[in-house]
Structures are given as C-alpha cells and as structure tokens.
C-alpha cells in the first residue's frame, strides 16, 4: 500500500518524459499528428527539429479549459431555469383555485412555501393587500422584475465566455501569422511550407476553439434569456389575473377575509 503512490507518480513522469522526447525526436517532415494539432502547435527550427510553441499552446489550452467550464454552465443554465420550476402549473391551479375559494391565507401561506418564482411573485402581492390593488400590482411587477434580473444575471457568464473565446481566437491568429510571417522573412522569402505549418496551424486552431466555445454559449444564452423571459412575463400575467377579483368595486377583501380566518383560528 505505501509503495503504490510513489510507483504512480514514477509512472505519470516516465509517460510525460517520453512525450516530451518523442516531440524532440520528430522529425521535420513528421509535425504534429491530426488529433495533436488541436492540443499543441510545433515550431520547426533551422536546424531541422522541431519544439512545442509554447505560446500557441498556451492559447489552445486556456481555450480548452473554457471548453470545459462553458459545458458544465450551458447545464448548469438549462437545468436551474427549467418552465416547470420558475412557472408550476400545479402551483398555479393551486393558487389560483385558493384565491377563488376565498382561502386567502392558505394562498399566502402556500406561494411562501412553494410555487417557483410564480409563488414568489404572488407571496409579494398579498403581503402588499393591505394598500389596495394598485399595491399589490406594483409589488408583482417589482418582484417579477427583481427575480427575471437575478436569472438573467446567473447566466451572463454565458454571454461573457461566447464574447471572450473569439476575442482569444483573434488573438491567436494575429499570432500566428506574425509567427508565419516572420518564418518567411527569416527563410529571405523562401520559407519552406512545412516550416510555416506551425504558424497557420496555431492561427486556425485557435480559432476553432473560439468558435466552438462562442456558438454554444451564445445560442444557449439566448435560449434561456428567451425562457426566461417568458415565463417570467406569464407569471405576473398569471398573478395580475389572480389579483384582479380584488379590484375596487369587486366586493372582495383580501385583508378582511385573512383578518376573518386569523380570528376564526384564534377562536
């Protein structure tokens, strides 16, 4: 058992060593296979080896881990704001079916303990009964607003990395032909191809990868801004049609029908 950690680590080295010596030892002509060219970009010297750009692969390997971290948030996005969570449609029966019935603490009691944003919204309006329905349309609308902001906030880093990993591509391009370039110059206008391979390489590959980050983010931010959105519009549109039996002149009190059942409790 205490010689099994030591023996993996000797393993993990001994396989990173001959890596390294094997990108050494390629030969000019060889360069990187087709599945190696998106990991790491090579340089061919003058002398005919060839070395890892170490900047290229950098560029790659930042634009991987965001890879990476973009998958996991463009899940973690469709998951948390799933419809069936910010707009329940048991919930909404429920709530609705409450007020109609006239269990007006129930519905308040009930939107605080569940119901998604739905509840949430309607949970502020009956707190707000007290000053009217004009009251309790204003704290909807507030609350709506406040929790469609909260969400649209959460999955904004989706916007940041579909804006950044071109930005980083770019990058590498501009790099990577300066790279090429500057081979050609040395070469006195005579580079040859296989020489200027590690330049375009880095230039395109790059880009790939900003491109392959920047088209899923941005389309699922969209996606879920788009859901956002509506159903945090169909909930206030919900909530307001809730609120609507306690407009002057409907003859229903909300606050004299909870008062009523608080003091029947007491009872």
Not at 125 to 131: D, I, K, N, Y
Not at 136 to 148: F, G, P
Request: proline share 4%; aromatic share 8%.
């Amino acid at each position: 058992m205490s010689t099994t950690k030591p023996r993996n680590a000797f393993s993990a080295n001994a396989a990173l060593a001959g890596f390294a010596a094997t990108l050494a030892a390629a030969p000019a002509h060889a360069g990187p296979s087709f599945a190696t060219a998106f990991f790491i970009t090579l340089d061919q010297l003058p002398d005919g080896s060839v070395r890892v750009d170490w900047i290229g692969s950098a560029m790659i390997w930042a634009l991987i881990a965001m890879s990476v971290a973009s998958v996991a948030l463009i899940w973690i996005a469709f998951a948390a704001n799933r419809v069936e969570d910010m707009l329940p449609p048991a919930s909404v029966e429920e709530m609705r079916r409450a007020i109609a019935e006239g269990r007006f603490a129930e519905a308040l009691d009930g939107s605080r303990a569940r119901g998604g944003d739905f509840g949430r919204v309607l949970h502020a309006a009956l707190l707000a009964a007290p000053g009217g329905h004009e009251a309790m349309i204003r704290a909807a609308e507030a609350m709506s607003d406040e929790l469609v902001v909260r969400r649209l906030r959460r999955i904004e880093v989706l916007n940041v990395f579909g804006q950044v990993a071109p930005m980083i591509g770019l990058f590498g391009t501009v790099y990577g032909m300066i790279v090429a370039f500057f081979t050609i110059a040395q070469s006195g206008g005579t580079a040859d191809p296989v020489a200027l391979a590690g330049g375009i390489g880095t230039a395109l590959v790059t880009t790939f990868w900003g491109l392959l980050i920047a088209i899923p983010a941005l389309s699922t931010h969209a996606v879920v801004r788009n859901r956002i959105d509506s159903a945090g519009t169909e909930g206030a549109r919900e909530v307001e049609q809730i609120c609507a039996r306690f407009r002057p002149g409907s003859g229903t009190s909300p606050v004299a029908a909870m008062r009523h059942e608080s003091g029947d409790a007491g009872a």
